[in-house]
């Protein structure tokens, strides 16, 4: 059971986990490639948080982030500047089939 709060529970670690891979990654601590192999050899992550922002689109992420920082005004949810940039950009992920990784049109990532 959860009570209500804005965002849902995994909505909030998620894109929290999301955002800090890309302050890492704006840090130039590691690549894209590297944060992914991380949490996928490290924690046992299905995919890594980069390509989890891909799947669930670049623009929902910064929708949700940007939701939870006006509504809680802490700066941990504050959406980072790299996630705008490939927004704007129009790179959301997988929908277009780029993003922070390159994917087909039925959704695999490519090498």
Same mark, same amino acid.
């Given at each position: ?23 890492? *990654? ?7 490639? =590297?944060?992914?192999? +991380? ?7 299905? #995919? &890594?948080? *980069? ?7 670049? =623009?929902?992420?910064? +929708? ?7 509504? #809680? &005004?802490? *700066? ?36």
């Amino acid at each position: 059971m959860v009570f209500e709060s804005p965002g849902f529970v995994t909505t909030r670690l998620i894109c929290l986990l999301i955002n800090e891979s890309l302050n890492v *990654l704006q840090e130039g601590v590691a690549s894209p490639e =590297d944060i992914d192999a +991380a949490m996928r050899i490290g924690y046992q992550f299905q #995919y &890594g948080p *980069l390509e989890m922002a891909d799947r669930f689109g670049l =623009d929902s992420v910064w +929708a949700a982030l940007d939701r939870m920082f006006r509504e #809680y &005004g802490e *700066l941990k949810y504050r959406p980072s500047i790299l996630l705008k940039k490939k927004v704007r950009a129009g790179q959301l992920g997988v929908k277009t089939g780029q993003g922070f990784f390159k994917y087909t049109k039925d959704g695999e990532r490519q090498p």
